[in-house]
């Protein structure tokens, strides 16, 4: 079928019959529920458990510590979870979907009835966590920004990995060598950019296999500066690995506002620049002459072209600027939280990032989400380990990983991206 | 505005798509562009649009030259094109399709949607349609859509008017809504080029016809000019537009479908609880608009689909829930809609195209390996008997033309002793010649005594084949009617609604 007739078919088919029924929601909050009651209860903890929520910095006003009977929590947030599961049965008996407000009040319900499972006896740093779960976000989103702007003009970007890794890389060495942290920052763009050169070249004019080109310029990328760094960085970690941190800005007043203002608003700039780029892809997509003319080349390249627009070269450039993006989020790493390059430094954040994409369904704001979402489960490994959790910490560590294919896999499922994502245009 | 084309060039190759095209298109004018599918017609059309690049020739418009490097040039010139394939971007709104290209922004970088929207408005207007500028371009019906199509390609100013095929996917009542809308812009002065291989359609606008065949304008005609004769122009012989046959002779119903419904994998139900038999020895044809069930209703006959529920019986044996290969070893031929895509392996030759659903079994196999010489021989007598026009049977089959690709496909299944025997749509992309053969073949196949169901979108080929006609709409049939049924009442059925007066054939 053309694409056309495809279109018209799936019309056709819509508003032709209510939804079927659709068990695949209510069976998974069932097999959480089940596995919420086995810990919660069977293997249930007692002791307190206390979050707190103070942070280094003194606020405005202090919230007091919060301490909570880990027995008793476990016991309503279990019940609630199988009350809520045999709930959503009555959503798809209605044939409607069960709504993401639904999954989400599960979701937390769970989540504060785990930590305080796990971190009984403890403290749980609340501040601390968000902070370091925001940290580990930073690149995520900017890699997933990337990702969206790519894949939304119709390449797909598995660049992301190479674009972080060079972006990480060359920052270190400029902002090194300059001793200027905002030079770095320029240099990190431009590396990505150049990446991205590679990817757009061979996916958009020689037609070469997208998937396929991403992953040889990850393994490309990783070997070079592997090389690079082993040969002059190590050797000479003073004048190349050593570059200037980005100073904390704090913001006057927000950053004052407990939990939320030294989580959010007393960061470095690449973090505020996180957030603008966040809204402006968000905004520009779906309101700008940019945003629509990218996405229509993402959409139907064909129909874009015969409305003057240049359908490879909207392609090449803003394969481009995704580059930049996901570079500056590669910066993140060497100037805001590593503190200087090592070897493999991203360890997989653009595959995590690229997994954002998809469970955000190539929506801006969603798949900052996704990427907080993986960031978050990344830092509650973490911290637990630190404050010894009965669970182990090989297990703890398949968590992000764990919650990227729970996510992806089973509750997107088949989610719809750009039409023309990975086909390269050919001119009639 | 003027349009006029002359000594328009253009080569692929060694193949000459257009040679030496002149072409005259008076504001005030429909010019009908007929020819058969390869005849250059839509090349020509690319050109114009700038979509493609002339080899040689001029395109003037009001006796100005003009040179297209892209479609951008063809615009602001003031040509629009209305394409056989919307060229309307799925998702987007027809207000943000109209503005595609040529957006205008408010403060902020913002596009400006209130402008675009009151344009879509005022356009509707003019021709009294009722489109709403906020519907997204993929929930509105095929003859909506092309609405869009037209209000975008206005939108521009447009003064010359392309319509590259336009009747394909529309109803019989859409197309002559769309005749309507034609003649009224011929009324405001445009000068509109009508694209089609449809006669009838042509003598009801056409002011003009200029006949194309193999990348030449063989001659002009007049409105006036018969069926028999413009057919003739367009093929270089004359041809028999209708299918002859005798009655039918039905037999015992042989193929039973009863209460089947198919689920596609976004969970929708595209087939609908249909229920029909066909006897042995007759021809149902199922019509309705492209989209409607026809697809996954003779792909569920067959296997294809996952996820069925009825029965499906030939000769009371089951055939819902079986193997693909179980179905074909039952005795059922399939000829599927997209040849290209489901019917044959482009790069395989004709001769293992022939036997592709039947390579494991004698005489075509034996202990496992291909009996070279037989295949050989059988291919040969095949090519012959389907008048299969290729150099030889080792020929790759995607080097074929569509009209012989699809023969090779009709020749497979009809080479097997068959029980059943489905067509869907088993001449399109085929020319006028290759459609007669096919059509004298699908009749012989019927006369053999087997139950036959063609599927197809064209009135036309329905008509001329079919014993019995269902007509299906939104994965129902809306009834069973005679194959003498009249084309307006076949053309509101394919709407989804049964008129109390149709004759229903049980």
Redesign the interface.
Known sequence: ?????A???????????P??R?WKAPIFLGAVAILAVILLIVFGRSGTSTFSFASRRTDVFSLPNLSIPVQELGLVAAATAVAMAAGSTLYVRARRKVPTWYIAVFSVVLLVAFLAWASAGHTIPLTGLLAGALALSVPLIFGAMGGVISERAGVINVAIEGQLLSGAFVSAVVASATRSAIAGLLAAMIAGVLVSFVLAAFAIKYFVDQVIVGIVLNGLVLGLTNFLYQTSLSQDAGTLNSPTQLPTIAIPGLSAVPVIGPVLFNQTIIVYLMYIAVAAVSF?LF????G??L??VG??P?????????VNGTRFWNVSLAGAVAGLGGAYFTLGSVGAFTEDVTSGAGYIALAAVIFGGWSPLRATLAALLFGFANELQSVLGIIGSPVPSDLLLMLPYLVTIVAVAGLVG?SRGP?ASGKPYF?? | MKLELRGITKRFGRLVANDHIDLVVNPGEIHCLLGENGAGKSTLM?QL?G??QPDEGDILVDDTLQRFS????A?RAGIG?V?Q????????TVA??L?????H?RFG???NLPAARDRVRAIAERFGFDIDPDAIV?????GV?QRVEII?ALSREAKILVFDEPTA?LTPQETDELMEIMRQLKAEGAAIVFITHKLREVREVADRITVMRLGKVVGEASPQASNADLASMMVGRSVELTVSKEPSQPGPASLAVDGLTV????????V?NVSFDVRAGEILAVAG????GQ?ELTEALFGLQRDTTGSITLNGLELRGQSVQHILDAGAGFVPE?RQ?DGLVPEFSIAENLILDRSTHEPFAKAGSLQLSYLREFADQTIREFDIRAQGAATPVGRLSGGNQQKVVVARELSRQLKLFVAAQPTRGVDVGSIEFIHKRIVEARDSGIPVIVVSTELDEVIALADRIAVMY??EIVGIVPGDTPRDVLGIMMAGELPADAEVAA
């Open positions: 079928m053309t694409t056309f007739e279109a018209a078919a799936a019309a056709a088919r819509r508003g032709m019959t939804r079927l659709d520009g309101f700008t002459r940019w629509l003319r996405r229509s959409e139907h064909q129909a874009a072209d015969t409305v003057g627009i240049n088949q039409a001119k009639s | 690319n649009y979509l493609l892209g479609p951008g040039d615009m094109m394409h394939h919307f060229m309307l971007v799925p998702v987007f943000e399709n503005m595609l290209g040529h957006e922004t970088g913002r596009l993929e929930h509105l019906p095929v859509q975008k996917v689920v596609d994998h976004t969970g929708q139900a595209v609908r608009v492209q989209g409607n697809t997209d895509e939104r994965g």
